[in-house]
Structure formats: C-alpha cells, structure tokens
C-alpha cells in the first residue's frame, strides 16, 4: 500500500499554454476516503483545493478555482541518503475564472520523507529520480511559509 504522505508540503512547477515556468507550493492538509483538502499557492495566497486520491492506481486529481490538475505518483527511494522522493506529474487545465482560460499544460509537484529501513514500494527502486525532483522539492525549502 502507498500512501500518500499527510499532512506534507509539496514544491509545484507548472508549465501553461507553452509559457514559463510558474513555481508555487501544494499543501496536502487531509485524505480522508480517497478525498482530499488543501491548499495550492502560486502567487503568494493559498487557495483551496479539493480532489481525490485513487490508492490502487497512484493516481491524482484535484480542483482550485483556476485549475484543474490530474497527474500519477512515483516514487523512488535513495538508502545512500535515507530519503523518500514523492513526485507527480501530469496535465492541467485552466478554468474561465483564469486569466488563461481555455489552456492546458503540465505539472510536477514533489516532497520529500525520511525512509526507515526501505520497505522495497519504489515505484523505480534502482533508478534516480528525474532532476525535477529535486528542483521543487528545493522550492519547498527555499519558499517563505504564507
């Protein structure tokens, strides 16, 4: 079983309609059957989400009242460093309530755990994870909490 971890902050780049990078933080507040609470921030103002978390298939969705999101976990262990990479990506879609209505793009999002003993759920036990990984997870640590 692969849970999800909660409570936990997440760095998020997303890429829209072909232009630059937008770089924010998820919070992940709850999970509660398959339901999920909380909050997205990439302009300086968390604003709520909610969705839904599919245990079986690692699959993710979520609302905000700009967006929706929908992506797949992986996960990879790193023994050397005792660390667990969380990370989803997927696509995106912008709502009419957005200044880029009509638009679609795509997301990474990641966090990171201590990995006690290494239960063997990697997704990719043997291979590094993608340096997006690391690029939002050092977001979370660099971003100011708002």
Known sequence: MIA?????RWGISADVGGRPLIWGT???NSI???KIMGTLN???VP???QGYWTEN???ISFDSPYATFSGNLFIYDDPSIT???YLINGRLYM???SMLAGEYGTWVASTNAYLNGGSGQSSQQNQAPPVGAFTTSDYVEDAPDR
């Open 47 to 49: 604003v709520p989400i």
């Open 42 to 44: 990439f302009r300086g």
């Open 26 to 28: 998820v919070v992940l």
């Open 4 to 8: 999800l971890p909660v409570p936990s």
């Open 57 to 59: 298939t690692r699959q």
């Open 32 to 34: 509660e059957n398959n």
């Open 95 to 97: 709502k009419p309530t």
């Open 83 to 85: 660390t667990r990479h």
